[in-house]
């Protein structure tokens, strides 16, 4: 049976620059579509949200210039919690996928403590 699930992912990136931006992104972005074999026509929506301390530009336009031209994409910002991860870049891929495949979330750089804190209850 085929189901909407999501994948999430987050790195951080070493500049507020649109550079650093583009580049944590976009290898975020293909590590979590690579381990987890998704195409393009899979994908329903992808949400990338930014701590507020990144705001050069917008993530999902590097994965727009990687040429994903026909899925819904948009970006939003975290909540400011004192003390989170900052330089951060949280990406919430929706892909249509069998419900029992069993998906990989993909936690870079600064973030990988990030995947403890989404697994506990």
């Not at 998704?38 to 992808?46: S, T």
């Not at 004192?82 to 029992?100: A, H, Q, W, Y």
């Amino acid at each position: 049976m085929i189901v909407c699930r999501g994948i999430r992912g987050a790195t951080t990136c070493e500049a507020n620059t649109r550079e650093s931006i583009f580049a944590a992104t976009s290898e975020l972005f293909r590590k979590m579509a690579s381990a987890n074999q998704v195409v393009e026509d899979q994908v329903a929506a992808v949400f990338f949200t930014t701590t507020q301390d990144l705001d050069a530009a917008f993530p999902a336009t590097a994965v727009r210039e990687m040429g994903w031209e026909h899925t819904a994409l948009m970006c939003g910002h975290d909540i400011a919690v004192p003390g989170s991860t900052g330089m951060c870049i949280r990406i919430l891929l929706l892909v249509n996928v069998d419900k029992s495949l069993d998906l990989v979330n993909v936690y870079l750089k600064g973030a990988v403590h990030l995947k403890e804190e989404a697994s506990q209850p």
